[in-house]
């Protein structure tokens, strides 16, 4: 991968994970986590407000004119919690 699509794939996944930590809500990432029984971390943002952060997200960048940004989705992944591996593999 090239300079550029590394900048890129940063930018893009700095730019979600804003989106998705300005919406957490620890009260219900708790019960979320307990359900799940503590094997993963969660935002506490629910289906319906994540797929409208996903819609925001694709309006304010370019990644949907792109081609297949694989690093993207993996780089995504790596941040390690639930919604937002929910939200990758949305991606794929």
Known sequence: MNQ???NLTSNLVEHLTFLFEKKRDLEKAIPMEKYLKNNFTFLGIKTPER??????????????????????????????????????????
């Open 4 to 6: 550029s699509n590394t």
């Open 51 to 92: 797929r409208a952060l996903m819609k925001q997200f694709f309006s304010e960048t370019t990644l949907l004119k792109l081609d297949y940004q694989q690093s993207f989705v993996e780089k995504f992944m790596e941040k390690g919690r639930a919604g937002i591996s929910i939200c990758s593999t949305r991606l794929y």
